[in-house]
C-alpha cells in the first residue's frame, strides 16, 4: 500500500510508452524516439558508460496539462551545490579510475549523468534513459544502433526514486549502487535483487539512535518523518525497535507535508510545544526541513534537542543566523566521513561553455556558475540588466568563492559516491581477470566488457571486496547493504557567528563487537542553561520503595509511583520495589549463613579447632603419666581443653539464620564457656604464684589453700557467678531475633537483639575483669628463675585474649547485619586459638618431638611446675 502512488506512476509511464512503441511500429519501419525527455545531464563517452542520477536543483515545477497542446516537461529550479558537487565526484572517480593503469587497463570508462531534481517523475525519466538512451537510432543491416546504453547506475538520492527505478530496472538485473538511499525496505532481496548501496539502511540508522536515547536516559521523544518511503519506512522501524528494546516510547509520531502546507506546519509546532518531550527526532529531507524551521523559529519553540538523519545532518542551508538558536547543539547520524585526494582540485577546473550554454552535457555546469557567482550567460533574461544583474564571462575565479563546493574536509555523500563508482570498476576489473574455462556462468564461461549482460555485473558486484585509499573495508552482504559505519555529530555555533558541525563519536557494527555508540561527551555541546544533556521523561523513576502503575490509555514510559506499604499486602514492610521498579517483591534476606562463603569458612575454622582441642586432649590422656603432664596440673590442663572446645562449639550459634533459643543460648553459651575457660587459667595462675612463695623460706603454708578441691571449688564459683549474671539477663530481657531494616531499605537483615545492652556489657565486663586479674597476676610471676614456667606462657595467652577482645568491642560497634555476627565469632575463634596455642603449643612439642626433655630430672631442672 506504500508503494501505491508510485506502481500508479510506474504503470501510466510504462503503457504510455508501449502505446508510441506499438502505434509507430504500425506506421514506420525505422527505429526512432517518439520524443526526448528534456534532461538536465552531463555525458563523456567511454568503453564502457556508467550511468549517475543526482539531485542538481532543490525544486521542480510542473505545468497544467491540458493535453490540447504538447504536453510540457516539468523545469527544475534553485541549484543545489552539493548536488553538482556529488556529480562531479563521480566524473572525477571515473576519471581518476581512467588514469590507473592496475584498474581496469586498456579500457575507459564514461558517464552519462543526469539531475532527478529530487522528484519522482523526472527521475524515472532520467534512469529510463539511462537505461535505453536518448539518441535516435539508424537501421543499419535491419539493426538498431546508436550509443550504447549505461551497464550500472550510481544513485539515486532519495529512496522514493530508488524504489521506483530499481522496481523496473531490476526486471532486468541492470544494477544500481546507490550512495544516499536509506530505506530499510530496499534491503528486500526478493524485490530488489539489483540494488547495492554505500550508505548504511535506516534500520541501523534507527538503533544508533536508540543507542544514543538510551546512553542519555531519554525516555519519552517526538518523532517527526517525512511523507515519503524515507520517512514512513523509519516511522515504523523507530516503533518496531521501541516495541521491542522497551528502551523509550514515543510521545507523538507526525508526517511533515510534502509541500509548504502553513495550517498542517503550525498544528504539528504546536503539538511539540505542548508535549513534555524535550528531543525530537528527525528524519526529513533538508530541501524541506526549511519550511517546518520556519513555523519553529515564527512560534518561537525553544528548548529542544534536534537529533537530525544522515539526511539533514551535515545540510549547510540549515545553519543560518536565523535558526541557529534553535538548532544549535543538535545531534545527528551522519555518513562516514573520508578522503579523496586530488578532489579539489578537479573541481577548480570546471568551466563552462560559453558558445553552447544550453546544449546537451553543458547546462548542467552553467547553472552552477550562474549560481554562484549570481549571473547569467548572454543572451540574459528579460530585466536581468536593467535590475543590475551581471553577465558571467566564463572566466569568474571558484577559488574566490567562499562555499562549501571546493570543502573537501567534510566529505560524506561525496565519499559514498566514490566508493560506488569504484565498486563498479572493481567489478567490471574482476570481469577482466576472469580465465576462460574457469568462469561463473553456463559452461565455466566468463563474461566479456563487449557482450557483457547487466545481469553478470550484479554477480561480481555481490562478490567485490576492496579497500579505499583511505582504508575503508568496502564489500555489500547478501542484502546488498554496506558494511554500517555512522558518525555521531553536533551542531555548534560559534561567538564569531560561524558554525561547526564537529565528530563527537561514532555507531559501527563489527563481527567482533558488534553494534556499539562511542561518544565523547566533553565535547558535546548543549544548547540549555545548565550546558548539560536535558532530561526528556513522561514520567521519573519511581523512588526506591515504590513500583510503577501504568496510566490507562498512555504509553509504557507514563506511570505513577505507589508505595510498596500501601495496598492489600500482608506484610507491607517485607516488600520492595524489584530494580524495574514495576512491581513490588519480597525483600532480599540477610544473615551469616553456613552456605555463605564466609559462614563456611568460619564453620571449618570452628570445627578445625574443636579438632586440635580433641587432639590435644587425646595427647594429654595418652602421656597423663609423664613428668609434663603431671608437673603442669593435669585436672586444670584437662579441664581447660574441655572449655576450649565449648568456646570453639559455641560460635556456630552465631552461625544460621537467628531463632529465639539460638538468640538466647548463643550469648549464655558463650559467657559461661569463656569464663570456665578464664576460671581454670586464673587458678592455674594461682597456683604459680603460691608454688613461687612456697620456695621461699616459710612460704609452704601457702600451698596448702590451693590444694584439688580448692581449685575445681574456685573454678565452680567463677563460673557460677558467670551463670547466674546469664540467667539474670534472660529472665529481664532475653535476647530476640530481630528484622532490621535500617541499614538497607530494599534489605532484611536478620539479627539478635541483645535486649538488655547493660546484661551484654556485665557479661563481656566479667570476662575481661578475670582475662585482666589473670595476665596481672602472670605479668607478677614471669620473672621466676627458670628459663622456662608456666607463668610466662599465661602471660602471653592473655596479653592475646585481652588485644582480641580490645578490639572486638569497636568492630562490633561498626559492623551491620551479617557483619556484626562474623566479627563476634572471628573474636570467639581467635581468641580461643591463642590460648589454645600458647598454653599447649610449647608442651606438645615436648612430648611428641622432644621426649628426651619429658623426664623428671629435665622437668626439675627447667623448673616446670606448678
Known amino acids: 500500500s506504500d508503494h501505491l502512488p508510485t506502481l500508479l506512476l510506474l504503470l501510466v509511464l510504462l503503457s504510455s510508452y508501449f502505446s508510441l512503441v506499438i502505434s509507430s511500429s504500425q506506421f ?261 526541513m ?18 537530525a538523519s544522515e539526511a539533514w545532518t551535515a545540510a549547510a542551508v540549515l545553519q543560518t543566523p536565523q535558526l541557529m538558536p534553535y538548532l544549535r547543539g543538535t545531534l545527528g547520524i551522519a555518513i562516514r566521513r573520508g578522503e579523496i585526494p586530488g578532489l579539489r582540485e578537479f573541481l577548480l577546473q570546471i568551466h563552462p561553455d560559453l558558445h553552447h550554454n544550453s546544449s546537451y552535457g553543458n547546462s548542467m555546469v552553467n547553472q552552477f556558475w550562474e549560481f554562484t557567482f549570481q549571473c547569467r550567460f548572454a543572451p540574459a533574461p528579460a530585466g536581468w540588466l536593467e535590475g543590475g544583474g551581471a553577465i558571467c564571462t566564463g572566466q569568474e575565479d571558484l577559488e574566490n568563492v567562499d562555499n562549501e563546493f571546493l570543502d573537501v574536509s567534510n566529505l560524506r555523500p561525496e565519499y559514498n559516491v566514490y566508493k560506488a563508482v569504484y565498486a563498479l570498476a572493481y567489478s567490471l ?96 555541546f548543549w544548547n540549555f542553561e545548565s550546558k548539560k544533556p536535558p532530561r526528556s521523561v513522561c514520567s521519573e523513576s519511581c523512588p526506591p520503595g515504590t513500583h510503577m502503575v501504568r496510566e490507562k490509555g498512555k504509553p509504557q514510559c507514563c506511570f505513577d509511583c505507589i508505595p510498596c506499604s500501601e495496598g492489600k499486602i500482608t506484610n507491607k514492610k517485607d516488600f520492595w520495589s524489584n530494580p524495574q521498579r514495576d512491581h513490588c517483591v519480597t525483600k532480599k534476606t540477610e544473615f551469616l549463613s553456613y552456605l555463605d562463603p564466609l559462614g563456611i569458612c568460619l564453620t571449618t575454622t570452628s570445627l578445625l579447632g574443636v579438632f586440635i582441642c580433641a587432639v590435644v586432649l587425646g595427647i594429654f590422656i595418652y602421656y597423663r603419666r609423664t613428668p609434663i603432664v603431671r608437673a603442669n596440673n593435669s585436672e586444670l590442663s584437662f579441664q581447660l581443653l574441655l572449655s576450649l572446645k565449648l568456646c570453639f562449639l559455641c560460635s556456630l550459634l552465631f552461625i544460621g539464620r537467628p531463632r529465639l533459643w539460638t538468640c538466647q543460648l548463643r550469648h549464655a553459651a558463650f559467657g559461661i564457656s569463656f569464663v570456665l575457660c578464664v576460671s581454670c587459667i586464673l587458678v592455674k595462675t594461682m597456683v604459680v604464684l603460691a608454688v613461687f612463695k612456697a620456695s621461699k623460706p616459710g612460704g609452704g603454708a601457702s600451698l596448702k589453700w590451693f590444694g584439688s578441691m580448692q581449685q575445681r571449688g574456685t573454678v565452680l564459683v567463677l563460673t557460677a557467678i558467670q551463670a547466674a549474671i546469664c540467667t539474670t539477663w534472660l529472665v529481664s530481657s532475653s535476647p530476640t531475633p530481630h528484622k532490621n531494616t535500617q541499614y538497607h531499605n530494599d534489605k532484611i537483615v536478620y539479627e539478635c537483639a541483645v535486649g538488655s545492652t547493660v546484661g551484654f556489657a556485665v557479661l563481656l565486663g566479667y570476662i575481661g575483669m578475670l582475662a585482666f586479674l589473670s595476665f596481672l597476676i602472670a605479668f607478677l610471676v614471669r620473672n621466676l628463675p627458670d628459663s622456662f614456667n608456666e607463668a610466662k606462657l599465661i602471660t602471653f595467652s592473655m596479653l592475646i585474649f585481652c588485644a582480641v577482645w580490645v578490639a572486638f568491642v569497636p568492630a562490633y560497634i561498626s559492623s551491620p547485619g551479617k557483619l556484626a555476627d562474623a566479627v563476634e565469632v572471628f573474636a570467639i575463634l581467635a581468641s580461643s586459638f591463642g590460648l589454645l596455642i600458647t598454653l599447649f603449643g610449647p608442651k606438645c612439642y615436648i612430648i611428641l618431638l622432644r621426649p628426651e626433655m619429658n623426664t623428671k630430672k629435665a622437668v626439675m631442672a627447667r623448673g616446670i611446675g606448678s
Not at 586498456?106 to 531534481?117: A, F, K, M, Q, R
Not at 558486484?461 to 542484502?479: A, C, H, K, M, Y
Open 429 to 524: 576489473d574482476d570481469i577482466l581477470h576472469c580465465k576462460p574455462g574457469r568462469g561463473p556462468f553456463s559452461g565455466n564461461s566468463c563474461a566479456t566488457l563487449r557482450s557483457l549482460e547487466p545481469w553478470q555485473l550484479v554477480y561480481y558486484l555481490e562478490r567485490v571486496n576492496f579497500t579505499t585509499p583511505f582504508g575503508d573495508q568496502v564489500s555489500f552482504d547478501e542484502n546488498g547493504d554496506a558494511l554500517p559505519i555512522y558518525d555521531v555529530m553536533n551542531w555548534l555555533w560559534l561567538p564569531d557567528g560561524s558554525t561547526k558541525v564537529q565528530n563527537v563519536g561514532e555507531v559501527k557494527r563489527s563481527a567482533l563487537k558488534g553494534e556499539e555508540l562511542i561518544l565523547d561527551e566533553d565535547r558535546i
Open 290 to 307: 526549511i519550511n517546518l524551521m520556519e513555523e519553529v523559529v515564527r512560534q518561537n519553540l525553544t528548548g529542544l534537542q534536534w537529533m
Open 28 to 288: 514506420s519501419l525505422s527505429c526512432q524516439l517518439q520524443g526526448q525527455f528534456d534532461l538536465n545531464g552531463m555525458y563523456k563517452a567511454g568503453d564502457v558508460v556508467l550511468g549517475g542520477l543526482f539531485q542538481i536543483h532543490f525544486f521542480s515545477s510542473v505545468a497544467i496539462q491540458s493535453f490540447t497542446s504538447k504536453p510540457q516537461q516539468p523545469t527544475c529550479n534553485g541549484v543545489y551545490a552539493l548536488g553538482f558537487k556529488l556529480a562531479q565526484t563521480m566524473a572525477f572517480a571515473i576519471d581518476e579510475i581512467n588514469r590507473n593503469s592496475n584498474l581496469l587497463p586498456n579500457v575507459t570508462l564514461g558517464y552519462t549523468l543526469y539531475d532527478s531534481c529530487l522528484e519522482l517523475g523526472i527521475g524515472f525519466r532520467a534512469a529510463l534513459s539511462l537505461a535505453s538512451g536518448q539518441e535516435e537510432k539508424i537501421i543499419l543491416n535491419g539493426t538498431c544502433v546508436g550509443n550504447p546504453p549505461v551497464i550500472g547506475i550510481v544513485g539515486d538520492s532519495s529512496s522514493t526514486n530508488s524504489i521506483a527505478i530499481t522496481n523496473v530496472l531490476g526486471l532486468y538485473r541492470v544494477p544500481m549502487v546507490s550512495y544516499f538511499s536509506t530505506c530499510s525496505c530496499l534491503s528486500n532481496r526478493q524485490k530488489y535483487p539489483s540494488f547495492f548501496r554505500t550508505i548504511p539502511s535506516d534500520a541501523f540508522q534507527v538503533r544508533a539512535m536508540i543507542k544514543i536515547l538510551k546512553h542519555f536516559s531519554w525516555t519519552w521523544v517526538g518523532l517527526l518523518v517525512s511523507d515519503d518511503d524515507y520517512g514512513l519506512h523509519a516511522a515504523r522501524s523507530f516503533q518496531s525497535e521501541l516495541s521491542l528494546s522497551g528502551e523509550a516510547c514515543l510521545a507523538y509520531t507526525e508526517v511533515l507535508p510534502w509541500d509548504k502546507d502553513t495550517e498542517e506546519l503550525r498544528r504539528i509546532v504546536d503539538v511539540m510545544k505542548k508535549s513534555t518531550a524535550r528531543v525530537v527526532i528527525v528524519f526529513e529531507h533538508y530541501s524541506r
